[in-house]
């Protein structure tokens, strides 16, 4: 759930699928979102980031309203973190709309992770 930090943006805020959605697309079943795991998995080594950053589970199907609000409609793929008021950009970010920037993708999110917040880099 968002907090009032993560709403004004001092956070760093990061959005994740819901795992177990159903997708009519491709049939019976559910599914989950690999790079929404990676990116799971990370918080799961290292749970002092859940304390420092805001992350939030939205549903698969778009529009992702909570995603849209802070960079736009063209950019609700997930994972996505956005980054709070006074986060430094690390190249390669995009900014929304909204005039937010973001990274998006487990690769970007665990490189921005690392130098933001100290964990080991991936390899």
Do not use: W
Not at 9 to 20: A, E, I, K
Not at 36 to 44: H, I, N, P, Y
Not at 90 to 116: M, N, Q, W
Request: charged fraction near 15%; glycine fraction near 12%; hydrophobic fraction near 40%.
């Amino acid at each position: 759930m968002a907090t009032d930090s993560s709403v004004s943006g001092v956070r760093d805020h990061l959005f994740l699928l819901s795992p177990l959605f159903p997708d009519a697309k491709l049939g019976p079943g559910q599914y989950h979102c690999p790079e929404c795991a990676q990116v799971e998995g990370l918080l799961s080594f290292f749970p002092f980031l859940r304390s420092r950053i805001d992350v939030s589970y939205v549903d698969f199907p778009r529009p992702r309203p909570a995603v849209v609000a802070l960079v736009g409609p063209d950019n609700q793929g997930c994972p996505v973190l956005v980054l709070g008021a006074g986060s430094s950009a690390p190249t390669g970010a995009k900014v929304g709309p909204t005039g937010r920037a973001f990274v998006s993708g487990a690769a970007a999110i665990s490189e921005y992770l690392a130098g933001a917040h100290g964990i080991s880099r991936p390899h």
